[in-house]
């Protein structure tokens, strides 16, 4: 294997800066979103007092869960001692902390007092995941950042297993942490259950590596370097491995539910009666988000294609954006179960009367708000590898393949 | 010498006569105010001498009837919310901020129907002050459940923990609002056990009073710690439950015959 050389995004400023017009006229979009929101007050938005968490919060938890798992390729590279990731260690920390930002954005301008962050940085209640979480997400920044440093530092070199562990260790705790904000609700049925915390690890590695690969593939194709079919065909496997595991993790999901037999209605609503969060679960999360990119990447003939590669994972990411919907809305929306064994047939607030799901329809400033939170994670991705060595020259079968090098 | 030690004498006690009666002119009404002032409860410390709660017979809780409702409104200023213009009706249905409902249920089994009203529960444990990032969502010592709305950032994560819907996000701008219930855009909130009545040294919540003047009575408010309130004497009298008691939150708020 050659020594890898790490050159900065070498695509000619027209383009570069197009792209990035493009992206931060996005971007803007999403911030006039907020203002239009902030100032108006949340009536504008498809939210109620029934489902109090919409579209930004599925744009949000997908980029945080994401970021934790972009970060996935350097950990295997560094913990796992695997060399052919190593050359991608430096990006998929700069995806990482990019995704992170992005996320957080989203997340704090959907508050209702985006105005009083600094309540949240200077008073805690340390009883609450959220509160844990504001520490976990920014030592994650601190720590990938250090971590990039003993990658790049010849001076720091002797650090860089450590640095590469103890980002690996704290990612897990972030998206535990990012699960259980979910799982620890006792309060709604579709919550209040501990499998949600590790399902939110796996679907990290799966929907983080199919943002890495999309954008691994797009940087390497505008700028003609070479990019092996050796490499694509490891992180190939590797999502076969993520998508198997996500598959069995909603599998684990779903049977936990059913060995409580007061769940039976939720497991219901979920794969049978819910309507839209049925079609979302069935049809944009299992269907579009596992088994078709699954059948892709696996096919002979397709598999073998970058642009059927691309789709794929461009498939991923739209079936992570509707697990998200589903376990986030699809959660809220289903009745709480205030009196069992009791039909309800009068409320002063819905609550469900008749079986009747909350309603929620998203506007669109929340949509935009959270794709206004994606531009700004590629953004800090683009600017990243442009102006500094985070994207290997090379990464040519002969180049990172130790056995190619060996037939050559 | 000795007359003139005399004249100082008489010069000193004049100054220190005119100083004593400057400085008690000073200093009396301020005495005399903390004397006031400690009589007012709401310059008493909150002690969990007391935890305050609710029993809700639903025997008497009449069918049709939302006095509790309207009373509570109007008390904390809720019925002050003004729908934004051009917004569809049924999404302010949904939006607007509400700390009492009034509930019908059917037993799946018996068909027997309750009426009951449903509020915050003031939990022993609240899973609201648990998640609450700020500290914003907190406990009194006297069992009441509040919010600070000057720590509330609008996370929401309250309304998601909350195992009885009770808390409210105000959505929209509130132009009229009153002194005890300063209502903010962005910020949660819920039943408060009419807690400026509890500074004010009343003995009762709006709710309990509109129920009583109907003549139901269905609504006892009081000190759960007292064995001689009404309402510790009440439910020592009739078995009462806590909705969704497999929580184990040992809610303020209990019901009978549910």
Same mark, same amino acid.
């Given at each position: ?253 779903? +049977? ?88 309800? +047939? ?31 994670? +590629? ?30 | 010498? =000795? ?72 008390? =904390? ?122 500074? =004010? ?24 710690? =007292? ?32």
């Amino acid at each position: 294997m050659k020594r890898i050389v790490y050159r900065e995004w070498r695509l000619s400023p027209q383009r570069y800066w197009a792209l990035l017009a493009g992206l931060a006229a996005i971007a803007g979009i999403g911030g006039l979103a907020f203002w239009y929101m902030e100032h108006q007050g949340h009536w504008v938005t498809g939210m109620n007092n029934e489902v109090v968490w919409g579209m930004p919060h599925i744009f949000a938890v997908f980029l945080i869960v994401a970021a934790s798992g972009a970060l996935n390729i350097a950990s295997i590279g560094t913990v796992f001692g695997k060399s052919t990731y190593q050359p991608l260690g430096r990006f998929s920390a700069l995806l990482a902390v990019a995704l992170l930002i992005g996320g957080l954005m989203v997340l704090v301008l959907d508050l209702g007092r985006p105005d009083r962050l600094i309540v949240a940085m200077t008073s805690y209640n340390f009883r609450s995941i959220f509160a844990w979480n504001v520490i976990l997400y920014s030592g994650f920044v601190a720590i990938v950042v250090a971590y990039l440093v003993t990658m790049v530092d010849r001076g720091f070199r002797g650090y860089y297993k450590a640095a590469g562990t103890f980002a690996f260790v704290w990612r897990l705790l972030l998206t535990t942490g990012t699960g259980s904000i979910f799982g620890f609700i006792v309060a709604r049925q579709a919550f209040d259950t501990a499998v949600l915390a590790p399902m939110f690890i796996v679907m990290s590695f799966l929907y983080g590596l199919a943002i890495f690969m999309l954008v691994l593939m797009f940087a390497f194709s505008q700028d003609q370097r070479p990019l092996g079919p050796f490499i694509i065909k490891r992180l190939k496997g590797l999502m076969g491995i993520f998508i198997s595991a996500v598959l069995l993790f909603i599998l684990i999901y779903f +049977l936990t539910k059913l060995y409580g037999a007061q769940n039976y209605d939720l497991v219901s609503f979920y794969l049978v009666s819910g309507g839209r969060y049925t079609l979302a679960f069935w049809f944009g999360w299992v269907i579009l988000g596992l088994l078709a990119p699954f059948g892709i990447l696996f096919h002979p003939a397709l598999g073998q294609d970058r642009r059927w590669i691309a789709g794929a994972c461009g498939l991923v990411v739209l079936g992570g954006l509707a697990s998200m919907y589903v376990i986030i809305i699809g959660g809220q929306a289903f009745p709480m179960a205030l009196f069992p064994g009791k039909t309800l +047939l009068e409320s002063g607030f819905h609550d469900g009367v008749g079986g009747q799901i909350a309603a929620y329809a998203p506007s669109m400033p929340e949509f935009l708000l959270g794709l206004g939170g994606v531009a700004v994670a +590629l953004i800090i991705t683009a600017v990243g590898v442009r102006a500094l060595q985070f994207l290997p020259e090379s990464l040519a079968d002969k180049d990172v393949d130790p056995h190619a090098a060996v037939k050559a | 010498m =000795n007359n003139s030690s005399e004249e100082i004498d008489q010069g000193r006690r004049g100054f220190l006569g005119a100083a004593a009666g400057v400085a008690s002119m000073t200093l009396a009404p301020g005495v005399l105010l903390h004397t006031i002032a400690s009589a007012d409860p709401r310059s008493e410390r909150v002690t969990d001498a007391v935890r305050y709660g609710m029993l809700i017979d639903t025997t008497r809780c009449a069918e049709g009837c939302t006095a509790c409702v309207t009373a509570c409104n109007q008390e =904390n200023g809720l019925d002050l919310q003004q729908m934004p213009a051009s917004m569809d009706p049924e999404k302010w249905d949904r939006q607007e901020a509400r700390w009492i409902r009034k509930i019908k249920l059917e037993d799946n089994l018996t068909g027997r129907v309750t009426n009951l009203p449903m509020m915050c529960q003031h939990c022993e444990h609240p899973p609201c002050v648990d998640v609450c990032p700020t500290g914003a969502s907190f406990k009194r010592s006297d069992g009441i459940v509040l919010v600070d709305r000057h720590l509330c950032i609008g996370c929401r994560y309250c309304m998601m923990a909350c195992p009885y819907k009770a808390r409210s996000f105000i959505h929209a701008e509130v132009e009229e609002k009153l002194t005890l219930a300063p209502r903010g855009k962005g910020c949660v909130e819920s039943c408060n056990l009419c807690v400026h009545r509890r500074d =004010n040294g009343e003995t009762s919540t709006a709710c309990a009073d509109a129920c009583a003047a109907q003549g139901h009575h269905a609504i006892i408010f009081g000190d759960l710690k =007292n064995p001689e309130s009404t309402l510790s004497k009440a439910l020592a009298a009739m078995p009462s439950r806590q909705i969704r008691e497999n929580l184990a939150l040992n809610t303020g708020v209990r019901y009978s015959g549910v």
